[in-house]
C-alpha cells in the first residue's frame, strides 16, 4: 500500500499527485520489497480465492516473478470491466475512481505494478479511437506467455461427437453470458443455434449444468475446458474436435501490461517468462492445472 | 411521530403526548403530504413537485418581473474529495433541506443558514462497478424517515433528525452488477424502486417495500417470462409471471437475462393508480441475437401499486438496436379536447419522439420527433409503432469483420436522457431538456473483455451543429409543434421546473442556473454556480418569501461516455454544493 506520510517534500509531492494513480519504476519495486500482481478475480484456472488462499496459473506466475526479483508478492485482485481497455485503465494507468481511502484523502490509487491475461495483439495495442489518437497509449503490452483458444466439452452420454456444430440446432449448449461464444451460438451460421444457446454466469456454471444434464455441451477458453475435465474426471465428459467456421479469431496470445513509463519491470518480466518457455517450466506450471500448454506466436517458428 | 407503547405508564405517556403536541410543526410526511405536494407551497416532499413528477409549482412571488433581482442566500458545499456528477433533486420538509450526493451521501441542511445538521456517508464494498459515474438523484420523505438507494443497491432509511440507519434493505446483489441511483417514490405508505444496471446478465424489477419497516410487499420482474411476488407475512406468494409465459418476444433463454432496467424510478398518477415508469435497453446489445420485440424492454409500464401487477405496457422501441433506454418519465397531465377531457401522459424517449399516450389503458393517442433528426426510424405508424430503417440498425458482428459504420441519430445518450422536464399547468407546455447528437457504431472485432477475444462495437458521439447540443424546447403536447428553444454549447443534463409565475428555470454544464420567459423562451435571469448543473431545481415558500434551490456539480454520463463531445464539456471543473436563492425584500415588496 502505497500512502503519503506528513513529512515536508513528500507531501509536497503528495498534494501534486493526490488522489492519481502512479506507476512504479522497477527500482521503486525492488526497493519496496514487493510487488503487485494484477490477477482476476474468481476466474480458474488462472486466478481465484478459495479458503482465503490464492490459486491459480496466474497467481503462481506472480509468485514466479516475485521470487525471480526477490521481493514479496502482493496480489492486486482485479474485477472485470465491460472491456479490456477498461481494466487497463483501473488496474494498470490511472486506478479505479471508487478506490478512496476515507481516512487518508490523498492516498494514492492503487493499481498493479505487472497486470497478466493482457493479450498480446498488435491491432489492440495500437487500436486507435474514433479521433486518431491510441487508446492504450498509457500502457505497454508485451510478454507474450501463453496462447489461448476456444474448445467445446461435450458429454459423451448424450453425444456420440461433436464434429461440428450442427449438433447445436437440436441439442441445448451452455455458455458464459455475454462472452464471444454466447455471441457466436446466438448470432452465427443465421442464427440456427441460437434456441439451443443457455446462457450461465461463467464456465463453471455451465459446467455444471452439463453434469445435471440440462446441456449436452460446453463452449468456453481451452484453459478452462482442460481445468474443469481435470477437476471431473472420468471419461464421460470429453473435449469436441469441431472447428468455428467464420470465427474471425480462432486463438490469440496473452501477455503481461505494465505502466507506459515502467517497461524495466516489464523486461524483467519478460526475461523470467522467456526463460520458463524455452525450459519447459511454464508447460509444467499449467500442466499442474491440467491446462493443455501452448507457446505464444512469436515461438511457433523457430525457438 | 414517537410510538407510544400500550405498557407505559401514565406519567410516560402523558410526557410523551405532550411532547408530541409542542413538536406538531415537526409531524412526519404523510400520504396526504405526498399526494398534495404540487399546491402545498411550503415543501417540497416528493421527487417532481407531486406524484405526477410535473415539476410544476404555482408560486408566483419569483415571476417574469421580479426574477431579475433573484440572489444567492447560501451555498452549501458537500465537501470532500468525493466531487462527482450531482445529479439529485433537494426535499425540503419543517425548515429542514434533504439532499443526496455522490458516492451516496445524504445531508440534512437548516434552510434558513446553510448550516449542516447532520451527514450520512454510504460504506460502499470494494469491487462495485457502476456504469455511469457514482451519482444519487434524491431521497423519499415519509413518516419520520429519509430513504435513499445507494451504489450497492441498497435502500436506507434513516431517521430525518438525527441520520441514524433505521432499517435498511438489500435490494439487488451488486456484485451482479445491480446498483441504484434514483429517487425512491413513496405510494400508499410504500417505497417504490427500480434497480439500476447497464451491465448484461441483469433482470429489471419493480419493487414495493413497507416504507416504515423496509418489509419487502411486492416484486415485479419487467422482461417477460419472470415471475412477480407478493408477499404475506415474509412469505412469495406468486403473482403471475410478467407477459404471460417465456419465450414469445425472446429466442432461446436470453428472456433469463434480458435487461430492461428500471434504473431512473418512476412516478405515481393518482387518477388511475398507476405507478408510471420505463424500463431499459434489451440485453445483449447486439440485436441480432435476439430476434423479436424483448418485451418489456424500452418501454413504459403501468403498475397496480398493491400488487405489483402490469396494468399495461407502451414500448417505444421495439427490438432495440441502438441502445435507446425507455426509461424516461412518463408525466400524467389532462387536456381538453373538443370539450372532453383527455387522461393523457406523456414521454420524450431517447430514441427522439416525443408521445403522447391515454394513460387509462396506454393507447397511443400521438407521436411527433421533438429533436430535429431521427435516421435510426422514418416515423410511428397509427400505434406509435416505428417505422424502421433497416439500412440503419447496427451491423450483425458475426457476419462481420470489420463491419461498416452506420450512424443513427439520435445518440445512444437520447434525444432526451434522464433529465426531467416540466409541465406548466399554465401554459398547458411541456419543456424538454433535449440534445441534438448522433453517433457512429461498428463492429469491433480487435477487442478483448478479460482476457478473451471479444466481439465489441465501437461508437462515437458526435454534435450534429457546431455551435450548440442542447436544446431546452417547449413542446405543445396537443400538436407537436415547438414553441420556442433555447440552444445551449454544451449538451443539457439537468431537471427543469416550470411555475405559475411564468418562469422555466433549469441549469447548464457551464454552471448557470437560468430562467426562462414560459411563454416566449426569452431569458430573464442566469447565475453561475461555479460547477456545471445536471440536477433538478425546485421552489418552495417559507416565510413569506419564495425560495429556488439547485444542486451544482459537473458530471454523470457525457464526460465519461461522450466521444467527441468529450471535447466540449473537458475544461469544466467539478464541484459539488447546493445553492439556494430568493428575492431580496426591497424587490418583494415591489412586486406587491
Redesign the interface.
Known amino acids: 500500500m502505497k500512502r503519503c506520510k506528513a513529512l515536508g517534500w513528500l507531501l509536497a509531492l503528495c498534494l501534486l499527485i ?2 492519481q494513480a502512479q506507476a512504479r519504476l522497477y527500482d521503486d519495486v525492488i526497493a519496496s520489497g514487493y510487488v503487485r500482481i494484477g490477477v ?2 474468481d ?1 480458474p484456472p ?1 486466478s481465484w480465492e478459495q479458503d482465503g488462499n490464492a490459486h491459480g496459473i496466474d497467481v503462481a506466475l506472480g509468485q514466479a516473478i516475485a521470487d525471480a526479483l526477490g521481493v514479496e508478492l502482493r496480489l492486486h485482485w482485479m ?6 481497455d477498461d ?1 487497463l485503465r483501473n488496474n494498470v494507468w490511472k486506478g479505479h ?2 478506490d ?1 481511502d ?1 481516512d487518508n ?1 490523498l492516498a494514492l490509487k492503487n493499481v498493479a505494478d505487472v497486470m497478466l ?3 498480446y ?1 498488435r ?2 495495442s495500437y ?1 486507435r ?3 486518431g489518437l491510441l487508446v492504450n497509449e498509457l500502457v505497454v503490452m508485451m510478454s507474450p506467455y501463453h496462447q ?1 483458444r476456444w474448445q467445446l466439452a461435450f458429454d459423451t452420454e448424450k453425444l456420440d461427437a461433436v464434429r461440428t456444430l450442427a449438433k447445436f440446432q437440436y441439442h441445448p449448449i451452455g455458455v458464459e ?4 461464444p ?3 451460438l ?3 451460421l443465421q ?1 440456427r443455434m ?6 450461465y ?1 461463467n464456465a463453471r456454471e455451465a459446467f455444471a449444468a452439463m453434469q445435471q444434464g440440462r446441456v449436452s455441451a460446453v463452449m468456453a ?1 481451452r484453459s478452462e475446458i482442460d481445468w474443469l475435465l481435470h477437476e471431473t474426471g472420468g471419461a464421460r465428459y470429453r473435449r469436441a474436435e469441431n472447428g468455428f467456421p ?1 470465427m ?2 480462432q486463438a ?1 496470445d ?1 501477455g503481461i501490461a505494465v505502466a507506459e513509463d515502467s517497461r524495466d519491470l516489464g523486461y524483467a518480466v519478460e526475461a523470467l517468462f522467456d526463460r520458463m518457455i524455452r525450459d519447459g517450466s511454464m508447460a509444467q506450471l499449467f500442466a499442474r492445472y491440467g491446462v493443455t500448454y501452448e507457446r505464444p506466436s512469436l515461438y511457433m517458428a523457430g525457438s | 411521530m414517537k410510538r407510544i407503547g400500550l405498557s407505559t405508564g401514565f406519567a410516560v405517556t402523558a410526557l410523551v403526548a405532550a411532547m408530541s403536541t409542542a413538536s406538531v410543526a415537526q409531524a412526519g410526511v404523510t400520504d396526504e403530504d405526498i399526494l398534495n405536494d404540487q399546491m402545498t407551497t411550503d415543501d417540497v416532499v416528493s421527487n417532481g413537485l407531486g406524484p405526477r413528477g410535473q415539476r410544476f409549482s404555482p408560486l408566483t412571488r419569483v415571476n417574469t418581473d421580479t426574477v431579475k433581482e433573484l440572489r444567492p442566500v447560501w451555498s452549501f458545499s458537500f465537501g470532500g474529495e468525493k466531487q462527482r456528477g450531482q445529479e439529485s433533486q433537494p426535499m425540503v420538509k419543517d425548515g429542514v433541506m434533504y439532499v443526496t450526493a455522490s458516492y451516496s451521501r445524504v445531508f440534512a441542511i437548516d434552510v434558513k443558514t446553510g448550516e449542516e445538521l447532520w451527514e450520512y456517508n454510504a460504506r460502499l464494498p470494494d469491487g462495485i462497478m457502476p456504469c455511469c459515474d457514482v451519482i444519487n438523484r434524491g431521497v423519499a420523505l415519509y413518516d419520520d424517515l429519509v430513504i435513499f438507494g445507494t451504489l450497492d443497491a441498497k435502500l436506507v432509511a434513516l431517521n430525518k433528525d438525527t441520520g441514524k440507519t433505521v432499517w435498511k434493505k438489500t435490494v439487488a446483489d451488486y456484485q451482479e452488477g445491480y446498483s441504484l441511483t434514483a429517487a425512491p417514490m413513496i405510494v400508499k405508505g410504500k417505497v417504490i424502486t427500480g434497480v439500476s444496471g447497464g451491465e448484461f446478465g441483469v433482470v429489471g424489477k419493480v419493487e414495493a417495500y413497507d416504507a416504515k419497516t423496509g418489509d419487502l410487499v411486492w416484486t415485479r420482474p419487467t422482461v417477460e417470462g419472470h415471475m412477480g411476488y407478493v408477499y404475506k407475512d415474509g412469505k412469495p406468494v406468486e403473482n403471475g409471471i410478467s407477459g404471460g409465459q417465456p419465450g414469445q418476444t425472446w429466442p432461446g433463454d436470453l428472456w433469463k437475462t434480458g435487461g430492461a432496467a428500471t434504473w431512473l424510478g418512476g412516478y405515481y398518477d393518482p387518477d388511475t393508480d398507476s405507478i408510471l415508469i420505463g424500463t431499459g435497453n434489451p440485453a445483449p446489445w447486439n440485436s441480432h441475437m435476439r430476434p423479436g420485440d424483448n418485451l418489456f424492454s424500452s418501454s413504459r409500464l403501468a403498475i397496480d401499486p398493491d400488487d405489483g401487477s402490469i396494468k399495461w405496457h407502451f414500448q417505444s422501441t421495439p427490438h432495440d438496436g441502438w441502445d435507446y433506454d425507455g426509461v424516461n418519465e412518463l408525466i400524467a397531465f389532462d387536456y381538453e379536447d373538443n370539450g372532453k377531457t383527455v387522461k393523457a401522459a406523456a414521454t420524450a424517449d431517447r430514441n427522439g419522439f416525443f408521445y403522447v399516450l391515454n394513460r387509462e389503458n396506454g393507447d397511443f393517442i400521438r407521436g411527433f420527433p421533438f429533436v430535429d433528426k431521427i435516421t435510426w426510424a422514418k416515423g410511428l405508424d397509427d400505434n406509435g409503432r416505428p417505422i424502421y430503417d433497416d439500412s440503419m440498425r447496427p451491423g450483425n458482428p458475426a457476419d462481420a469483420k470489420k463491419g461498416e459504420t452506420v450512424v443513427a441519430a439520435p445518440s445512444f445518450l437520447g434525444g432526451k436522457n434522464w433529465m426531467p422536464m416540466a409541465y406548466s399547468q399554465e401554459t398547458g407546455y411541456f419543456y424538454v431538456p433535449s440534445n441534438e447528437w448522433e453517433m457512429n457504431i461498428w463492429n469491433e472485432p480487435v477487442n478483448y473483455k478479460k482476457g478473451a477475444a471479444y466481439l465489441g462495437a465501437g461508437f462515437t458521439i458526435r454534435a450534429i451543429n457546431e455551435d450548440y447540443i442542447g436544446v431546452l424546447r417547449a413542446i405543445d403536447p396537443k400538436n407537436g409543434k415547438e414553441v420556442w428553444r433555447y440552444t445551449n454549447y454544451a449538451p443539457l443534463w439537468g431537471g427543469v421546473l416550470a411555475t405559475a409565475g411564468g418562469l422555466v428555470f433549469t441549469g447548464n454544464p457551464e454552471g448557470y442556473l437560468m430562467a426562462f420567459d414560459a411563454k416566449s423562451g426569452e431569458m430573464l435571469y442566469k447565475f453561475n454556480t461555479g460547477s456545471g448543473i445536471v440536477g433538478s431545481p425546485i421552489t418552495w415558500e417559507m416565510d413569506g418569501e419564495q425560495y429556488v434551490s439547485v444542486v451544482s456539480g459537473w458530471g454523470g454520463a457525457v464526460p465519461l461516455w461522450g466521444g467527441e463531445v468529450a471535447k466540449r464539456v473537458k475544461h469544466f471543473n467539478q464541484g459539488g454544493s447546493v445553492w439556494t436563492f430568493k428575492l431580496p425584500a426591497s424587490a418583494e415588496m415591489a412586486s406587491r
Open positions: 493526490g488522489g482476476y478475480r476466474f488462472y474485477t472485470p470491466d465491460e472491456t479490456l481494466d475512481y471508487l478512496k476515507e484523502p491475461r493482457v493479450p495483439d491491432d489492440f487500436k479511437d474514433a479521433l489461448e453470458i455475454d462472452s464471444l454466447a455471441f457466436y446466438t448470432s452465427a442464427g441460437r434456441e439451443q444457446t443457455h446462457h454466469a477458453m467464420a474471425g479469431k490469440w496473452i
